[in-house]
Structure formats: C-alpha cells, structure tokens
C-alpha cells in the first residue's frame, strides 16, 4: 500500500486493523519520522534547520514565522499542517495519523500530546485503531502538560489550561480546564 493510499483510506475507511496493510504503512511512516526527529532533537539547530527538517517532516514547507524549541516527537509526521506564527515549545507529542491542523498564531506549551489514534475498546480487537483528526483554531493556546484528543476541534481564540484533557470539542474564545476539560471562562 501507498502512503497517498493509506491517508485516503484513514480519512474515509476510520478503522486501522492490526497487522493489516494500512497498519504496516503506519510503522513505515513511524521509522521515516523517528529518522527526521532525531536530527530534530540531536544537538543544537538553528530556527531555520528546525524549519528545514519540520518541513522534510510534514513534506510541506513551514512558513517562515514558524518556530519549534526540540525535542519534539511523532510517529508519523506527513499529516500535520501549520499555520503562520505558530510557536511550538519542547517536549510536544503529535500523533498525527488521522491529521492535525494547527491555525495561525498558535501558542503549543512544553509537552503538549495531540493524539488522533483510540485503540478498540474490544480487547481481542485492542491493537487495532479508531483515527479522528485534530483541529486547532487561529490564536489558540494550549498551556503546558495538556492533551488533546483524537476527534477534537478547538475554536479560534481558546485557551486550554495546563494539564487540561480535552475530549470534546472546544468552542471559540474560552478557557477550559480540568479532567475532563471543560469549559470555566468565556473570553
């Protein structure tokens, strides 16, 4: 299977089987991401390296407003698309299989996780994979430590608070907070 295949497939089909064609491309994909993050995150890298290797990464070409502070971790790399001024601090785990979208001027605090995969709840089924993307507005901040959930879309000018776990979609201009995230601000 292709990877142009495999991405069509896991925005249409929504079930990645264990061992199954699609699940041998996600570990390809894996091993290609673990090569360019460990350049990523092996010594010092100028912004415009990082931009370099970022864009390699997604195989898009970062804007040039774009800024990362490494270590920064996927295991899959080709479905994130940044927007402009979108600032991404150390730490950051984004599983991206399913797709994350990050909008202009986003703020990602230290060790933020964006996963897009839930594994099957039926334990005979437990390694296969349920995908959803990701979604986050323009000028959203994300504070440190939080996570987001597979499915999620953030609206535009939110705030999620340190440690926040975000499984339900965010409206625009809040603040929310707490296990599970919810919503304890309008802006």
């Known amino acids: 299977m292709e990877e142009k295949e495999f991405f069509e497939l896991i925005k249409k089909d929504g079930y990645v089987k264990a061992g199954s064609p699609m699940h041998q491309v996600m570990h390809s994909l894996a091993d290609r991401a673990r090569r360019i993050t460990g350049k990523m995150n092996d010594g010092y890298r100028t912004p415009q390296e990082l931009r370099a290797l970022f864009s390699e990464l997604t195989g898009k070409k970062v804007d040039e407003s774009f800024n990362l ?8 790399g080709k479905n994130i698309s ?10 950051c785990c984004f599983q991206d299989q399913a797709g994350i979208t990050v909008g202009d001027g986003a703020l990602i605090g230290h060790q933020v996780v964006i996963a897009t995969l839930n594994h099957d709840l039926d334990p005979e089924n ?62």
């Not at 502070?69 to 899959?76: A, I, L, R, V």
């Not at 990701?134 to 959203?140: C, D, F, P, T």
């Open 69 to 76: 502070f490494p270590p920064f971790y996927t295991d899959c």
């Open 82 to 91: 940044v927007g402009k001024n979108v600032f991404v601090n150390a730490g």
């Open 126 to 187: 437990r390694a296969s994979m349920i995908p959803a993307p990701v979604v986050i507005g323009k000028n959203v901040w994300i504070g440190s430590h939080a996570t987001v959930l597979a499915g999620v879309t953030v609206g535009d000018n939110s705030v999620m608070a340190a440690g926040a776990v975000v499984t339900k979609d965010v409206p625009p201009s809040v603040v929310v907070a707490g296990v599970p995230a919810r919503v304890i601000k309008k802006l």
